[in-house]
C-alpha cells in the first residue's frame, strides 16, 4: 500500500486529532488544510499543496494525530505506511531518527499535549534507538581521535591460489586495538566509519599502511609467496567522491616502491550502486594507473551479471554464504561453477572466500575455483605477530 492513491472530495476529512497515525501522505494535486480543534469549531493551521507532506510526525512518534486534515479541494495523495517509512528510516543514521524523535517529542510537550503510552514494545523502539544514537556518536568521537592516537592496525589474511597452494595475496582488514589494549569488534565500529567522514582519512591510512606492509610481507613470507602477490584494500563508498584518492593510491606506490598491480582495490557491487557512473570513473582511473579491482561479494547484489562488462575488474570475489551449504546442495556447488567458468570466460580471476576445512577446499577446487582464502589456510594476523602463513 506504500505506493497506492487515494482521492478526496472538497472538504472531505483525511483524518481528525487524537486518532492513531497509520499513514503519512505524499500530496500529488490539490489543497489540504490542517486544522486544531478549538472548543468546538475548526482552527486553520496551515494549508498544504502538491509536492509537500503530512501525517508523518504521528508515524514516526507513534502518538496519536496532533491536528486534523481537510481537503479544500478535490485531490489526490500518495498513501505512506508505516512499514515503508519504518524501512526507510532504519537505513539513515541512528542519531538522526533520535534526534527527529527527540524533536517531535518536545515540540508536542511545547504545545501541552500529553498522550497516554499505547504499547510498550514502541517506548522498547525509542529507547533502542537512542541507546543506538548515542552508543554511534560515542564511536564518532572515538573513530575521530584512534588516528592520531595509532590505535588502528591492519591484519591480514592471506589469498591461495589452489593448483600449487601458493600464497598469491594478502586482504589487508582494519582493526581498532583501544590504548587500553582492549580490541574493538569491527561490527562495532566498521559500518559506522564508513558512513562518516573519517573513512576518507582512515582510508588513506590504510592505503599508505598496507603498501608499506607489502614489501615486510614479502620479507617475512620469502619462498612461500608467488613473485607478484598482491595487497588487497577495501574501498568504502564514500571514498569514491574523495578527489584525493587516486593521488593518495599513486603517492603510496612511489613511496614504498611498489608496481601498481601489487594493489588491489576491493569494492562491493552495492557501493558501486550508491552512485555508479562517478564510482565506475574513479575504478578506471585506478586501474590506468595498473591497480588490480576486484569486485566483492559477487552474486548477492541486484544486477551484477546486467553491467559486470562495463566494470573495471580484475577479479570477482563471492561471498561465505555460497560456500555453507555447499558440500549439501547440488544447487550451491553449480551456481558455484557457473560463476567460477563465467569468470573464466571473462579472463577474470575468481577467488572463494569462507573455506573453513578441506572437503570445501577440495569441493572447491573440483568446481573450477582458482582462489581460496578462509580460516582453513589462515586467519586474519597482525604482521608483527605472524612470520609465515597457516
Known amino acids: 500500500m506504500a505506493n497506492s492513491k487515494i482521492n478526496l472530495a472538497a472538504n472531505e476529512l483525511l483524518f481528525r486529532e487524537g486518532e492513531a497515525g497509520q499513514f503519512a501522505y505524499l500530496i500529488e494535486r490539490g489543497r489540504i488544510a490542517i486544522l486544531r480543534d478549538s472548543a468546538g469549531e475548526y482552527q486553520l493551521l496551515s494549508e498544504l499543496g502538491a509536492g509537500e507532506c503530512l501525517g508523518e510526525m504521528a508515524l514516526i512518534s507513534h502518538d496519536p494525530r496532533m491536528a486534523s486534515a481537510m481537503a479544500l479541494e478535490d485531490t489526490t495523495l500518495t498513501v505512506i505506511t508505516r512499514d515503508h517509512l519504518k524501512e526507510r528510516m532504519a537505513r539513515s543514521d541512528p542519531l538522526i531518527r533520535h534526534?527527529?524523535?527527540?524533536?517531535?517529542?518536545?515540540?508536542?510537550?511545547?504545545?501541552?499535549?500529553?498522550?497516554?503510552?499505547?504499547?510498550?514494545?514502541?517506548?522498547?523502539?525509542?529507547?533502542?534507538?537512542?541507546?543506538?544514537?548515542?552508543?554511534?556518536?560515542?564511536?564518532?568521537?572515538?573513530?575521530?581521535?584512534?588516528?592520531?592516537?595509532?590505535?588502528?592496525?591492519?591484519?591480514?589474511?592471506?589469498i591461495v591460489r589452489l593448483a600449487d597452494r601458493i600464497t598469491t595475496g594478502f586482504e589487508a582488514l582494519l582493526r581498532w586495538r583501544r590504548d587500553d589494549g582492549q580490541l574493538v569488534s569491527p561490527d562495532l565500529f566498521i559500518a559506522v566509519a564508513e558512513e562518516s567522514q573519517i573513512i576518507e582519512k582512515i582510508g588513506h591510512w590504510i592505503i599508505d599502511e598496507a603498501s608499506q606492509a607489502r614489501t615486510r610481507l614479502a620479507s617475512a613470507y620469502?619462498?612461500?609467496?608467488?613473485?607478484?602477490?598482491?595487497?588487497?584494500?577495501?574501498?568504502?563508498?564514500?571514498?569514491?567522491?574523495?578527489?584525493?584518492?587516486?593521488?593518495?593510491?599513486?603517492?603510496?606506490?612511489?613511496?614504498?616502491?611498489?608496481l601498481a598491480q601489487q594493489l588491489q582495490m576491493e569494492v562491493t557491487e552495492s557501493q558501486i550502486l550508491e552512485n555508479r557512473e562517478h564510482a565506475i570513473s574513479v575504478l578506471h582511473n585506478l586501474q590506468s594507473m595498473g591497480c588490480r579491482i576486484a569486485?566483492?561479494?559477487?552474486?548477492?547484489?541486484?544486477?551484477?551479471?546486467?553491467?559486470?562488462?562495463?566494470?573495471?575488474?580484475?577479479?570477482?570475489?563471492?561471498?561465505?554464504?555460497?560456500?555453507?551449504?555447499?558440500?549439501?546442495?547440488?544447487?550451491?556447488?553449480?551456481?558455484?561453477?557457473?560463476?567460477?567458468?563465467?569468470?573464466?570466460?571473462?579472463?577474470?580471476?575468481?577467488i572463494a572466500e569462507g573455506a573453513e576445512t578441506e572437503q570445501q577446499v577440495e569441493a572447491l577446487s573440483a568446481l573450477g575455483v582458482e582462489h581460496v582464502q578462509g580460516f582453513f589456510f589462515g586467519r586474519p594476523f597482525a604482521l608483527e605477530t605472524k612470520k609465515e602463513p597457516a
Do not use: C, W
Open 295 to 350: 569486485l566483492d561479494d559477487f552474486g548477492t547484489g541486484y544486477s551484477s551479471l546486467a553491467y559486470l562488462n562495463r566494470l573495471p575488474v580484475d577479479a570477482l570475489k563471492i561471498d561465505k554464504m555460497f560456500l555453507d551449504d555447499m558440500l549439501s546442495d547440488q544447487a550451491s556447488r553449480t551456481i558455484i561453477a557457473g560463476m567460477a567458468r563465467l569468470a573464466r570466460d571473462l579472463q577474470l580471476s575468481f
Open 99 to 158: 534526534l527527529l524523535q527527540l524533536t517531535l517529542k518536545r515540540y508536542r510537550q511545547s504545545l501541552g499535549q500529553t498522550f497516554p503510552d499505547t504499547s510498550s514494545t514502541q517506548d522498547l523502539d525509542y529507547l533502542e534507538d537512542e541507546q543506538q544514537a548515542m552508543q554511534r556518536m560515542r564511536t564518532e568521537h572515538d573513530l575521530s581521535h584512534a588516528l592520531d592516537k595509532q590505535e588502528f592496525i591492519l591484519h591480514y589474511q592471506p
Open 222 to 258: 620469502n619462498g612461500k609467496l608467488s613473485e607478484d602477490f598482491y595487497v588487497s584494500i577495501n574501498l568504502a563508498a564514500r571514498q569514491f567522491p574523495d578527489p584525493e584518492l587516486p593521488g593518495v593510491v599513486q603517492e603510496a606506490i612511489r613511496r614504498h616502491g611498489l
